[in-house]
């Protein structure tokens, strides 16, 4: 059995990093233009070089994304940027324009192409006709069940693979194809600068009564009528794998660090625990604990078993979920000592109770007893960003793993 591909997102290249250590197969990140998350950290060219050297060293595949839908001014820059990274050792480009499909086969010959998301794939007819303009992958529209992608698999060639969402925010619109932000901001979701403002509060007003406003729902707060609950797979992986779907995808290039090590874990080990016996592959409850760790929505399992109902939107609140806070990134541990230095990233204070986690590992609890700052000072509280802490660590960690705490309820 072919495994299926563990995509995951790098918004920037600690991310990229993170994604790669945590168990990712692929990353997919942007350039500094051309990408449709222009709101995300993306990369320079040589950071683009360092992630690519990094991925590659360890066996993990990177796509580039140049899916934004291109205006003529954008041509004559794109192609000076295409030019830049020729070179570049990518392993494949995401494009949804079909003018910088043949541009990048222009430029780059050797180019292996995946068809985006953003392209709006949904039959086996449009299928073939990007296979036979060169495409290697088709980024599936959201908008698919597994009888479609199963019948697009059967209708389709064999060397044609498909990629499909599985995790993440999901969009409103067709498949991304979003006029909202443009129309109330000018902020153009096609161009990667979208504002989600389907994610907003919104009520009627009626023109004879200005200032006075009805909610839509019963609900004296407003409503969020375009607000789509989070995308969820993790609990179907042997109806993933059975549909032919060749990698799974986790959106999120603009989400943090915490986000990506926390989801590409959980899947990694639900991917790892199906292939080694699918037969009696059995999903673990704490698989999905550990995903609701990391901010989140409500979820759903949206197109993929059927149409999605009233019971896949969230009325009532666009706000996430936030039950964990992400303290602190391990830079470096002594065995010897059982010191670790740590990289704060959220207020930690003596006394609290933390988790922490690595790649490949499962969680342990400690209780912060001690915490030294740089000039080796006992410290109770460490509020400031990105401190650098000594830490007293009840059982070995290594470099990159990860501190968390829960919230107190209330907070």
Same mark, same amino acid.
């Given at each position: 059995?072919?495994k ?17 250590? %945590?168990?990712? #197969? ?8 051309f ?22 060293? &360890?066996?993990?595949? =990177? ?6 839908f291109?205006? *003529? ?5 794109? +192609? ?37 998301? +953003?392209?709006?794939?949904t ?26 992608? &199963? ?19 999901? =969009?409103? /619109?067709?498949?991304?194809? !979003?006029?909202? /932000? *443009?129309?109330?901001?000018?902020? $153009?979701?096609?161009?990667?600068m !979208?504002?989600?403002? !389907?994610?907003?509060?919104? @009520?009627l ?24 609950? #989070?995308? !969820? ?28 090590a ?8 639900a ?9 009696? %592959? ?12 990391? /901010?989140?929505?409500e ?9 999605p109902? *009233? &019971? ?5 609140? /666009? @706000?996430?979920?936030?039950d964990?806070?992400f ?22 204070v ?11 590992? $499962? ?22 960003? +990105? ?18 705490? +829960? ?5």
């Open positions: 059995m072919k299926m591909e563990l995509l995951a997102p790098a918004g920037d290249i600690e991310k990229l990093k993170i994604a790669v250590l %945590y168990g990712a #197969d692929a990353v997919y990140f942007g350039g500094e233009t990408s449709l998350r222009a709101g995300a950290g993306n990369m320079t060219l040589e950071e683009m070089k360092e992630g690519i050297e990094f991925a590659h060293s &360890r066996g993990v595949k =990177c796509y580039l994304a140049l899916n934004i291109a205006h *003529n001014e954008d041509i004559e820059p794109l +192609q000076d940027y295409l030019k830049a990274i020729k070179d570049f050792e990518m392993d494949a480009f995401i494009v949804s324009d079909p003018g910088i499909v043949a541009l990048v086969q222009e430029i780059i010959p050797q180019a292996e192409i995946h068809l985006s998301t +953003q392209a709006n794939m039959n086996y007819r449009t299928a073939k006709f990007w296979y036979n303009m060169g495409v290697k992958r088709i980024v599936l529209a959201r908008e698919l069940t597994f009888k479609e992608i &199963r019948e697009l698999r059967d209708n389709t060639p064999d060397d044609l693979e498909f990629e499909a969402f599985v995790h993440g925010a999901m =969009c409103i /619109s067709y498949s991304g194809r !979003c006029l909202l /932000s *443009n129309f109330m901001i000018e902020r $153009d979701a096609n161009r990667g !979208c504002a989600h403002p !389907c994610r907003w509060k919104y @009520a007003v009626e023109e004879q009564r200005p200032g006075q406003y009805y909610p839509v729902e019963e609900d004296e707060r407003g409503t969020y009528i375009l607000n789509s609950r #989070d995308l !969820c797979m993790i609990e179907f992986i042997p109806q993933l794998a059975e549909s032919g779907i060749a990698s799974i995808k986790i959106e999120g290039r603009m989400k943090s660090v915490f986000y990506v926390t989801i590409v874990s959980a899947y990694r080990k991917l790892d625990a199906y292939y080694a016996d699918p037969e009696n %592959y059995l999903f673990k409850e704490e698989w999905m604990r550990e995903l609701k760790k990391v /901010s989140h929505r979820f759903t399992t949206g197109f993929y078993f059927d149409k109902t *009233n &019971r896949d939107q969230n009325y009532q609140t /666009s @706000a996430y979920t936030r964990y806070t303290t602190g990134m391990v830079k470096s541990y002594d065995p010897e000592t059982g010191y670790a230095i740590v990289e704060q990233r959220n207020k930690m003596i006394g609290d109770e933390i988790e922490v986690f690595g790649p490949g590992t $499962d969680f342990f609890v400690q209780k912060l007893t001690e915490m030294y700052n740089e000039e080796g000072e006992p410290i109770e509280a460490a509020p400031h960003p +990105q401190q650098i802490l000594k830490i007293k660590m009840n059982e070995p960690v290594k470099e990159n793993f990860m501190l968390r705490k +829960q919230k107190e309820k209330g907070n």
